[in-house]
């Protein structure tokens, strides 16, 4: 009893001073357009969701129609991925995760052999004009296992109860090792269109390794100090401190808890990195398991950062919104969007919302987007 009043009292204090934390982003260095995106996301919590949708790297904007076609209205957040290839005679059994190589996998299972730098390259360009629009660019990074590169069985992706040995993992995020040498190798094939982005002032909101707390990846479920946070921190220094990849904002996006067997997540913490390498905390919400503890315990754990629902597949309702006002934007995966449980007037009254926000309802100023509508009190 004494516990759960505890609990209560942090949460209530953080809501309360939660605009008294800095909002300065992780990397010192961040870019203008970075800061200004992350003063955006503060200015905003508690008040307001944006609206997001995921779309694949063969069709980068196929899914976003597709929320216009129902509802009249973008969304605002804008997902993809920068992928791999999938080979081996069981590639079907990986169209989840979304090969760079495969056409819709929610249509139709085939290889259009459009060389994945091809497709990156569109979808740079895509990421570029959208943010000129007024979207936000939100990516991710489903990959192979760094020796094998970019392409791969799926099973190195998924890779479930073959993931790395407690030694294999030390290699790896151990720098000099030959492993070691072969994540920065392997990143060489991303961190050029990540430059061009930053080049071109697009902010990104980075959420690669995402799911760590799952059983599933191959980066999945290395608990403790020594386990996942060492490879966020490597990622992190690497690409900001090597790679002057001031651009991203850092999103640590982990999935909702649970206990299905063959199936688990683990809590938060035990693969949390710290608030001195993390930008949002996220997490993905699927089955409709829009428990309140999935939230309230990021918002512990941030102690005032934003905080998302990185991937769902049901659409949240007002009815959660209300109860959850701390999430700042989420996205539905893909094809998810026009699935049974997402039928279209569902679909409708989300984004009717005045608590979710549109495309329509933001402007774009010199210092960085701005809600258009009055702000509501709820």
Known sequence: MKQNLLYLFLLANIACTSNHYPSAPANPDASPEAVQLLNFLYSIQGK?????????LYEPVKYTEL??????????????????????EDARK????????LMDYADTFRFHGIHPDTLRERMVQKAIELWKKGHIITLMWHHCFPPLGDTCNGSSVWAMENRPSPELWDSLV??????????????EII?????????????????PYHEMNGVWFWWCNQQGENGF?????????YFTREKKLNNLLWVWNANAPRD?????????YLFYPGNEYVDVLAADVYRNDYRQEHHD???????????????TGDVPVDSILSVQPRWTWFMVWGYFIRFSQNPPEKVKALYNSSRVLTLDELVVKKDGLHVAKPEKEF
């Not at 720098?175 to 040498?181: D, I, K, Q, R, S």
């Not at 961190?191 to 959420?207: G, S």
């Not at 946070?229 to 220094?237: A, I, S, V």
């Not at 315990?297 to 991937?311: D, H, N, S």
């Open 48 to 56: 307001y969701i944006l609206s997001g949708q995921h779309n694949f």
């Open 67 to 88: 929320v216009h076609q129902i509802t009249g209205r973008y969304p605002v957040v804008w997902g993809c991925d920068f992928s791999f290839n999938v080979s081996g």
């Open 94 to 101: 990986f169209q989840h995760c979304g090969p760079a190589n």
């Open 174 to 187: 151990t720098e000099g090792t030959a492993l070691n040498n072969a994540w920065k190798k392997q990143a």
């Open 191 to 207: 961190v050029p269109w990540l430059q061009k982005l930053r080049d071109a002032h697009v902010p990104v909101l980075w959420r």
């Open 229 to 237: 946070p060492r490879l966020w921190k490597m990622m992190f220094r």
């Open 260 to 268: 299905i067997p063959g199936d688990e997540a683990y809590p938060y």
């Open 297 to 311: 315990q990021l918002v512990l754990l941030g102690k005032g950062k934003p905080i998302a629902i990185g991937e």
